[in-house]
T-cell receptor
């Protein structure tokens, strides 16, 4: 299946731990994103990478570090997890030049719970 | 500040009814506007994308309009079905090629059989 897939689907961990979320897309897109959806369901962009190069970094704490080994993968590593990091994290991808046929494609999300 | 707002926050309609979801944005320098649906526990599915030079886009029973001068977009759903029940989100692209989307707060739609 062509898709954006992210793992794990659920992640429960304690404060202070370090965790990673992985994302892969097989759509041939050259741009990938991380979005955060908070408890009020509000979605906000965190990062965007184009061909392994960071192009959007939206005032996210430096405890969050995205890593893109190639244009089909964008992983998110979070250090020293805090309670406020609890949210659903969505990975997405698109072509770099959005047009009628290149909207964003989203993964199914990773629900992170920090206790 | 770029903000996107959706009204109403929730909507319940009987099956078969036509309905309109509203989206407003504060900054008209929009590259395109995208409508998504989100089902519980799932990611977002793209429904329609309207370029800033376009006035509307249609896909099946869905029609989205864009009026940059008034800062508004609407999503019209014809002959609603229970399967249309979901949260509908609009997002303004303010990044051009970088596809930086500012999302609205969403409208939770329930279509009653």
């Amino acid at each position: 299946d062509t898709a954006v897939s992210q793992t794990p689907k659920y992640l429960v961990t304690q404060m202070g731990n370090d965790k990673s979320i992985k994302c892969e897309q097989n759509l041939g897109h050259d741009t990938m994103y991380w979005y955060k959806q908070d408890s009020k369901k509000f979605l906000k962009i965190m990062f965007s990478y184009n061909n392994k190069e960071l192009i959007i970094n939206e005032t996210v704490p430096n405890r969050f570090s995205p890593k893109s080994p190639d244009k089909a993968h964008l992983n998110l590593h979070i250090n020293s997890l805090e309670l406020g990091d609890s949210a659903v994290y969505f990975c997405a991808s698109s072509h770099y030049l959005p047009g009628p046929n290149s909207p964003l494609h989203f993964g199914n999300g990773t629900r992170l719970t920090v206790t | 500040k770029q903000e996107v707002t959706q009204i109403p926050a929730a909507l319940s309609v009987p099956e078969g009814e036509n309905l309109v979801l509203n989206c407003s944005f504060t900054d008209s320098a929009i590259y395109n506007l995208q409508w998504f649906r989100q089902d519980p526990g799932k990611g977002l599915t793209s429904l329609l994308l309207i370029q800033s030079s376009q006035r509307e886009q249609t896909s099946g029973r869905l029609n989205a309009s864009l009026d940059k001068s008034s800062g508004r977009s609407t999503l019209y759903i014809a002959a609603s079905q229970p399967g249309d029940s979901a949260t509908y989100l609009c997002a303004g692209n303010y990044g051009g090629a970088t596809n930086k989307l500012i999302f609205g707060t969403g409208t939770l739609l329930a279509v009653q059989p």
